[in-house]
């Protein structure tokens, strides 16, 4: 463990995490070439320094290392890295100039006093920040610039000869090195890879395909579950897979007396944590790049699975990258938007005002470029290279949008409790809010349909979901209008039907919301059943139910195009955490919490979530729900009544809503 | 010689010259650290894209190279760099995606009819160019990420035993490597570097040292005169030398009566050239990073000497770097300025319209900035942080600068004849010319001293030449103002002498444009001859001719701190090409050009100095001038009257003031 007092690298703040974002978005494959992604991308900063001052007693003595060219300075003075240095006992000065042209400048300071601990700040010659730093990097043999995986050996499950070769099949996605381990012929071997079977059978169209391999081939990080080894016999070939991850901690367990929803449960986990690694991406054979509309979903799922910050961070900061902002994320107007929103819920799962304080300059200029494409309405419209995303679906984009006027409502909720808590001024965000919130209903709400209309400026006077559901999420609409929007919208099917996971992710959390728990329990078993029903091993990027056979594997016009390790497949956890056990954090941090339990589809439920240096876990057997946590804060609501959790004191509950 | 037809590496126009700008300021190296330059420096884009455009009338091949990873698409459809593509019949989209995590991306195609030469646009996917590129990278076998010098094998012209060591004089500066080339007792060496021969002989504080050398150990690039190895014999080592250059076309002569202003001559174009790699540095051993004030004073140098537009280009380009600014040039408030005004001399030099569209857009971010720190009046002033530098001297420094307000005034002129150029609107330019003018003369100006006073603020009304001698050069006050200075300031012992070379040059300059060449002839030969009679075989950062000794050395506090090949050294170039030959266009390019000899110095005289695709000469002897021109515009002015200057038709004038 790391404590105040360790040595760890040092770096300017947040440029640990736009250099990896950088690497990670250059790190897609496609057939034979390199698919860096397609937008404009920072890298960090090439020249910083690092101050402290000490007041010393005596003399002490310390040690500089660093990643990249510079010098120590003393009171002033300059001093080589690498060396054994004396500092003075007295008022001193200590700074740090470090520059590397081709990667993350770092340093380490080793000393008995004069470290690389909590205290340092870094500058880039114009800002002045704390250092950065991150529990991975706090050895001095490590390289900030190097990712350091955890492997695991992985035997095929299955061999085969099939199509004049050999199919090996793992049973598993892995993400990682596959060996050729025997060749008995010694010839140069095609190596096809697939996420499914049919994918590796077909050596033309497989994404990943290594040429004139051999055993001394060093094969680059792939993701697949099936090898296949065409022109060549069983007995000819061995092979073996090497599985890389970022070790990340399980905290939540989920068993009931449905096998299928514990299978659900079991590959949600598996796909989240496929995807999650220094950043969350959208999914590890395709694109692995850090998207962040996927990622707004992933805090949610991480958030009752493992509970991990750093991953958070590590993501919203590569996401927005340095100061100043060419282009929207990764092109989307929503995904900026996201973005601000992402940060809001970040603190209420953590109360990490440090990261607060780091982030809110980011996000005040994030929201005044947004705010710069605003009109006098106060609508944020799209302008020339924007990519007004929403969602793949059918949807009036004449003019402005509801959808997008619904983030942006959201999103200057966000800057007013983020800025609150910092004590900035927000009252110009609480007027953009009013403005836009009584322009949003004066505009876009239509009575007569009881929903909020695309957009206004066609005349269509067009309903789709997705305004309609972020403002349920965002609690932008009252009761009335939410149940209006649950009748008129969400369980209308003349409505056009939400067709993407991505924004099925949101419908489900707004049924869900609105009550209809039985209803997504249903959808649950259907549709993640029905991918487990076709050997899933991970969840899709995308499931069609009607598709069969190699269809299903087709994408973007691609007959492998569709991804099948893919993060937002996971989101089960989320709706189980969140609506079926019921948890969420009422207060910061989980000061205080809630959990309001819908247990009407269980039997039997044995399961526990984290929260913020906490646990809750929730026993269902028969009539009985024990509910506990190891913090102070909660309350259970069942049937409308109010129980205090106390802190290591199971509460008994009996369903038929008697506590016991 | 590359023409538009050629191959060539394409690049984000103006990222190699910040990329490689970036490397330059890296490169210095003081006692046993690197010294990376102590401001925000920009590096090239990471993520670019090429595109353009083919109507073919059958289908053709080509071939994509890259430094970097992505791929190349051909009406959309993606493929891999390094394979033989072929390009249909009919409209085609050929774009090439590059990234590159460690350094320049680039691209170089290989085809008969496509191929990377002119037509190409480039994009950061943010805004499009016309692609970068330079005549330097013209094949495909090299890489725009190296830089490729000519070399020259140097071997010493003295050795000699010393101090329990061998020292060896080059006889010359060199920017380049040492080879040990015999050790005979194969023990490491100390090895100790000198422009200087006391820094070479002083162990402990040379610049520059090599420790436990031996004929295996490869030296880093270093600028030196003199070696010395300690504690061995003469006949246990044998050193040589391999100097380091970007050629340049030398395409000035000088050839006087006075054999000391021709060594001076020959000096300042050896000093000149060691200074003039990709970029104008400051000087070869120390800082050799690129500072806007040293290279202005280098444009001017470069126009009498190698006529080399593309180092003035890449040194524009890599001092302002990216769009955004965020701190000063160098951190220097009249560097910013400086920089535009060089702009505008460039554009007159070359006529270089492509150049002034490339640039202008930056001029325009650079002048906004400069504005955003100007007052009510239109001055400008300090912020925190900011360095108003102007000169090393004593100066009033209360409030806003006459100095810096003539720069910025003389900045506003600037604008307005570039944007001029390119049809852009001015007007807003002009009304802030207008204004800054009308309150310099108001609050600066004093009559009775017949002056510009430092600062209104102070009360002081303190006199210096700074501001005086910027308004002479910038044409920026008329006759009466300018006879004024000269008698007041100028020519006035009581108000403080300038010390610094940097403004010698202007100050030199200044009073050549008075008509003061007689004066400075003096100084000329004082001055720079005083250099010389210490055996300087390049011009210094400074000289105080009272110094003696190894005080000759010291600067900033540093015993070997000065730098003996200093860029501005070399102004004698200018001066004589600029005033004593006359040569100035005066349309830009040298589309009209003026020669105005003055010439009474000079018993004989032959020299050329280079113009815009031409030369002039000019030949001395006894009461005859003849002056030649290869290209039409030209007029001489030569004792009020004037000479139409034809091409390749040389003009006969005689001293005594009538064409011959």
Redesign the interface.
């Given at each position: 463990m790391i404590n105040e007092n360790s040595s760890r690298w040092l770096w300017y703040s947040g440029d640990f995490e736009i250099r990896q974002s950088?690497?990670q978005n250059?790190s897609r494959e496609?057939?034979?070439?390199?698919?860096?992604?397609?937008?404009?991308?920072d890298?960090c900063?090439?020249?910083v320094k690092f101050k402290r001052y000490y007041d010393l007693a005596e003399p002490t003595e310390f040690k500089v290392d660093a990643k990249g060219?510079?010098?120590v300075e003393i009171n002033d003075q300059?001093?080589?890295?690498g060396q054994t240095l004396t500092c003075p006992a007295g008022h001193n000065k200590i700074r740090v100039?470090?520059?590397n042209?081709?990667?993350l400048p770092a340093v380490y300071l080793t000393g008995e006093i004069i470290k690389s601990d909590i205290g340092w700040v870094c500058s880039?010659?114009?800002e002045e920040h704390p250092a950065g730093w991150s529990t991975l990097y706090t050895k001095v043999d490590q390289d900030p610039n190097q990712v350091y995986h955890a492997t695991e050996p992985v035997a095929y499950l299955n061999k085969k000869e099939i199509q004049g070769g050999v199919l090996f099949d793992f049973g598993r996605a892995i993400f990682g090195k596959l060996l050729i381990k025997e060749l008995r012929e010694g010839k140069p071997v095609t190596v096809c890879f697939g996420e499914s079977e049919t994918e590796a059978l077909d050596e033309e169209m497989c994404y990943y395909k290594e040429i004139s391999a051999t055993t001394a081939t060093s094969i680059r990080k792939r993701a697949f579950r099936y090898i296949f080894i065409p022109r060549i016999k069983a007995e000819d070939v061995e092979v073996s897979a090497v599985h890389e991850f970022i070790p990340l901690e399980n905290k939540a367990a989920f068993r009931s007396d449905n096998p299928l929803l514990n299978q659900i449960w079991d590959v949600s986990v598996e796909t989240f944590t496929l995807c999650s690694g220094l950043f969350f991406i959208d999914g590890i054979k395709r694109d692995r790049w850090i998207w962040s509309g996927d990622a707004y979903q992933s805090y949610f799922i991480n958030q009752y699975l493992f509970f991990d910050e750093d991953i958070n961070k590590r993501t919203m900061l590569a996401l927005r990258g340095q100061n100043?902002i060419?282009?929207h994320m990764n092109t989307i107007v929503d995904y900026s938007i996201l973005w601000l929103i992402g940060v809001e819920n970040h603190y209420m799962m953590t109360n990490d005002v440090d990261f607060l304080q780091q982030i809110y300059p980011k996000m005040v200029i994030m929201m005044t470029y947004l705010q710069n494409q605003t009109n006098e309405l106060g609508f944020i419209y799209g302008r020339e290279k924007d990519w007004i995303f929403i969602d793949w679906s059918e949807m009036d984009k004449e003019g402005t949008l509801a959808a997008e006027q619904v983030l942006l409502l959201k999103a200057y909720h966000s800057m007013i409790v983020c800025g609150s808590i910092l004590q900035k001024e927000t009252t110009a965000y609480q007027a953009a809010y009013d403005q836009l919130y009584k322009n949003l209903l004066d505009y876009f709400w239509d009575d007569e349909k009881g929903a909020f209309i695309d957009s206004y400026e066609s005349g269509k006077r067009h309903v789709t979901r997705h305004a309609n559901i972020f403002a349920v999420l965002f609690d932008l609409v009252n009761p009335k209008q939410q149940h209006s929007i649950l009748e008129n919208v969400l369980l209308n099917d003349e409505i056009t039907q939400i067709t993407t996971p991505y924004f099925k992710f949101f419908e489900q959390d707004a049924l869900c919301k609105l009550g209809e728990t039985a209803r997504v329990y249903e959808i649950i078993l259907d549709y993640w059943g029905g991918m487990l029903a076709h050997d899933a091993v991970t969840f899709w990027e995308e499931y069609k139910p009607e598709e069969t056979g190699a269809d299903r594997y087709e994408m973007y016009g691609d007959p492998f195009g569709k991804s099948l390790c893919h993060a937002w497949g996971a989101s089960p956890i989320y709706l189980l955490g969140r609506y079926f056990v019921g948890l969420v954090p009422t207060a910061p941090g989980y000061e205080n919490f809630v959990v309001e339990p819908k247990l009407n589809n269980f039997d039997s439920l044995s399961c526990q979530f984290p929260i913020k240096d906490g646990l809750v876990t929730l026993n269902k057997t028969g009539d009985e729900v024990i509910i506990w946590t190891n913090k102070e804060g909660g309350e259970v609501h069942f049937n409308q009544q109010v129980f205090p959790l106390v802190k290591d004191e199971p509460l008994h509950l009996s369903m038929s809503l008697q506590p016991v």
């Open positions: 950088l690497l250059f496609e057939r034979a070439y390199d698919w860096p992604a397609y937008w404009y991308m890298d900063h090439r020249n060219v510079g010098y300059k001093f080589p890295f100039f470090v520059g042209t081709e990667g880039n010659f114009i100043e060419k282009q």
